[in-house]
C-alpha cells in the first residue's frame, strides 16, 4: 500500500471511530451543560444499550431478519427503553443529590456506573456476546482503500442522528428551553419552563444516543462484552473535553478529531497499537494543561 | 459526661490494639492472611483519604501510586539486586515524583476534570507497565524475593501480618498528627472553600500538591511490602477497580475519619470473605451498598461525633 492508500484507509477507520465517540460525547456535554453533572454511568449506559440492542435484535429477527431491517427497529425499542433507563437513573440517585457537595455527586455516579457494571457482568458471567447480524462484508473499493456498507451506513446514521439532534436543540421549544436551562436555571423557573422534565428529557435524549452508539458498535464489530462501556466513557469524555464540554457542535468536532488522531497515532513510529490508549489520555492530559476550555467552550468563571 | 465517654473510647481502642497484636498466638493463617490485607488496605485507604478526605480532591487513579511503590521494589530487588528494605525510600520517591507529575499540572482543574485526569493516569501507568520491557510486559515480574529481618526471613503469614500491622500503625499516627498539623488545617480549609482559603494566604495548588504527593508515599510504601508479600506483580493487579476499591474502602467508612477509613478497610475485606456464597454477585451487592450509602449517609457509616 502507498503512503496515499494508508492515509484514505486511516481516514476511513477514524471518521467511525470518532462517529462512536461523538455519540457517546454528545450524552456527556448534553448533562453537564444542563446540571454541571459529570455522569461517570455515561460510558456503561453506551455498553447497556448495546445488550438490550442484543436482546431485542434476537426477539425481532425472528420476524425481521438479521438484515438492516431488523437492526433499525430494534435501535429505536432500545433507544427508547434505554431513554427511560436514563431517566430512572437521574430520579433515583442524581435528582436527591442535586444540592450535595460535588464530591458527593460524583462518587453517586462513580456508584451507579458500578452498579450497571456489575449487574450486566453477572448476567453475562462476563463473557462476549456475539451480535446476531448478518451484514456481509462487501463495499466499494477506491484503489487499495476498502470500505464495507456497514461502515458507511453507520456513518451515514450516526450523521442523521446528528442532524436529527441538532434541529431538535435550536428549532423545538424543548431545545430552546434546554438550552435556557444551561444558562440560568432559576429564571427558567420563574418564566414558567417545567426545569425538571427538561432536565429529564436531557438524561432521555442522552442515553438514548449512547445506547444508539452501542447497538451500532455491536453490528460494527459483531460482539460485545461488559466491559466496553469503560473505555469509550472515558475516550467520549476526552472528546467532549477536545471540543469544549457543554458544547454540543464540539462534542461532535472532538469526537472525530479523537477518532483521526487515534487511527494517524497507530500509524506514526514508534507508537503502535498497543500504545494507543496512552495516546488518548496523553492528548486529554496535554488538552486540560494548556486549554482547559477545549476547542468550541466558552471561558466560565466559577462562582464564588 | 463527655469527658467520662472518651476514657471510655479510649480503653475501647487500646483493647483492641491488644487483640490485634494478641491474634497471631490464636489464629490460623486463613485468619492471619485475611487480617494482613486488611490491615494493608487500612494503609492504602488512610493514605487516599489524605486525598479525597482531607483536601477533598478526588482522585480516581490512586493504584497507579501503588503500582510505583510495587513495581520500584520489584524491578530493584530483582533486576539490580538491592536489599528490599534499601528500595522503600526510591518507591516512596518515585511514587512521590508521581504524585507531582500527576498533580502539578492538574491541580489547578476543577474538581470533576481532576477526577478523570486522574482515572487516566491510572490507567497510562497500567498500559505503560504492561508494554514495556524492564516491567516485565503482560505477564509482570515474578520470584521477588523475601526480605530478611534481623537475619529472619519473612516467609510466614506471621511475619507479614505483623509488618502491615506496624505500617498500618505507622498511617494511623500519621494521618493523626497530619490531622491536627498546619497542613492538614489547610487541607480542610481548601476542602470548605477554596477561595476563602486562597484569600486568607493558603497557597491552594502547594496545599493540594502535597496531599497528592503525601497520599502517594502511603500508596508507594504499601506497593513495595505488598510486592514482596506476594513474590509476583502483574499490571492487572493494578486495574481500575483497584482504585475503586480503594475509594470505596474511604467512603463507605466515612472521608476525613481515621476510625471510619480503618473501619471502611474492614468491610473492604471482611465483606467478601464473610459472604462468600454470593459469588459473582458480590461486587454488584457492594456497588448496590455504595449508592445507598451515598444517597442515604452521603458523610459515610462511621458517627461524625465520634470522628
Known amino acids: 500500500m502507498s503512503t496515499l492508500d494508508i492515509f484514505f484507509q486511516q481516514l476511513a477507520n477514524g471518521l467511525i471511530l470518532g462517529s462512536f465517540y461523538s455519540m457517546v460525547a454528545l450524552g456527556y456535554t448534553m448533562v453537564y451543560g444542563i446540571i454541571k453533572l459529570l455522569n461517570f454511568a455515561h460510558g456503561d449506559i453506551y455498553m447497556v444499550g448495546g445488550f438490550v440492542g442484543l436482546i ?56 451507579v456506573s458500578m452498579v450497571l457494571y456489575n449487574f450486566v457482568m453477572s448476567m453475562t458471567s462476563g463473557e462476549y456476546k456475539a451480535f446476531p447480524v448478518d451484514l456481509g462484508y462487501e463495499g466499494l473499493e477506491f484503489g487499495n482503500v476498502f470500505i464495507t456498507y456497514t461502515q458507511i451506513i453507520l456513518v451515514s446514521s450516526t450523521a442523521t442522528l446528528m442532524l436529527v439532534l441538532h434541529f431538535f436543540i435550536s428549532k423545538t421549544m424543548y431545545g430552546k428551553a434546554m438550552r435556557a436551562i444551561a444558562i440560568d436555571q432559576d429564571a427558567c423557573r420563574l418564566m414558567g419552563i417545567n426545569v425538571k422534565t427538561i432536565i429529564a428529557m ?55 478529531i479523537l477518532g483521526l488522531l487515534e487511527a494517524f497515532g497507530t500509524q506514526l513510529p514508534f507508537i503502535g497499537s498497543e500504545w494507543k490508549d496512552v495516546f488518548a489520555f496523553a492528548i486529554l492530559i496535554l488538552l486540560l494543561l494548556f486549554k482547559p476550555t477545549g476547542l468550541l467552550g466558552k471561558t466560565e468563571i466559577e462562582r464564588m | 459526661m463527655l469527658e467520662k465517654n472518651k476514657i471510655k473510647l479510649n480503653n475501647i481502642y ?10 497471631p498466638l490464636v489464629a490460623n493463617n486463613y485468619v492471619l492472611n485475611t487480617f494482613s490485607d486488611v490491615w494493608f488496605y487500612v494503609i492504602v485507604c488512610l493514605g487516599l483519604n489524605i486525598v479525597v478526605g482531607y483536601a477533598g480532591l478526588l482522585d480516581l487513579g490512586y493504584a ?54 486522574t482515572l487516566g493516569f491510572g490507567e497510562i501507568v497500567r498500559l505503560t507497565a504492561r508494554n514495556l520491557e524492564i516491567t516485565g510486559g503482560s505477564s509482570g515480574i515474578y520470584g521477588i524475593e523475601r526480605p530478611f529481618f534481623f537475619g529472619i526471613e519473612m516467609n510466614g503469614s506471621i511475619h507479614f501480618y505483623y509488618a502491615f500491622l506496624m505500617l498500618a500503625f505507622l498511617a494511623i499516627f500519621v494521618s493523626f498528627r497530619l490531622q491536627y498539623s498546619r497542613l492538614g488545617r489547610a487541607w480542610q480549609y481548601v476542602r470548605e472553600d477554596e477561595d476563602a482559603a486562597e484569600a486568607m494566604g493558603i497557597n491552594r495548588v502547594r496545599v493540594k500538591l502535597s496531599a497528592y504527593v503525601i497520599g502517594a508515599v502511603f500508596g508507594g510504601v504499601a506497593g513495595s511490602f505488598f510486592a514482596v508479600k506476594m513474590t509476583a506483580i502483574s499490571p492487572e493487579t493494578f486495574m481500575f477497580t483497584q482504585s475503586i476499591l480503594i475509594l470505596l474502602g474511604v467512603v463507605i467508612g466515612g472521608m476525613g475519619k481515621i476510625p471510619g477509613v480503618i473501619c471502611g478497610a474492614f468491610i473492604l475485606v471482611l465483606f467478601p470473605e464473610i459472604f462468600r456464597f454470593v459469588g459473582d454477585m458480590r461486587l454488584l451487592a457492594f456497588a448496590v451498598i455504595m449508592l445507598i450509602i451515598m444517597l442515604k449517609r452521603p458523610q459515610g457509616l462511621w458517627p461524625s461525633r465520634l470522628g
Open chain 1, 56 to 111: 431485542t435484535l434476537s426477539l425481532l429477527s425472528p420476524f425481521l431478519g438479521a438484515g438492516w431491517a431488523g437492526i433499525l427497529v430494534a435501535m429505536i425499542i432500545s433507544m427508547i427503553l434505554v431513554g427511560l433507563l436514563g431517566v430512572l437513573i437521574q430520579r433515583i440517585a442524581y435528582v436527591p443529590m442535586l444540592s450535595a457537595p460535588r464530591l458527593s455527586i460524583l462518587i453517586t455516579a462513580l456508584a
Open chain 1, 202 to 256: 436531557t438524561f432521555f435524549v442522552g442515553s438514548a444516543l449512547a445506547c444508539a452508539a452501542g447497538v451500532m458498535a455491536g453490528v460494527y464489530y459483531g460482539s460485545i462484552h461488559f466491559f466496553m462501556g469503560f473505555l469509550i466513557g472515558l475516550k467520549a469524555f476526552t472528546a467532549a473535553v477536545i471540543g469544549g464540554i457543554g458544547s454540543i457542535p464540539g462534542a461532535v468536532l472532538g469526537g472525530l
Open chain 2, 14 to 23: 487500646a483493647l483492641l490494639v491488644v487483640v490485634v497484636l494478641a491474634m
Open chain 2, 64 to 117: 497507579a501510586f501503588f503500582a510505583v511503590g510495587a513495581y520500584t521494589t520489584a524491578i530493584l530487588t530483582t533486576t539490580f539486586d538491592m536489599n528490599f528494605w534499601l528500595t522503600i525510600p526510591f518507591a516512596m520517591l518515585f511514587a512521590g515524583i508521581s504524585g507531582v507529575i500527576i498533580g502539578g499540572p492538574t491541580l489547578r482543574l476543577r474538581s470533576d476534570y481532576l477526577a478523570i485526569v
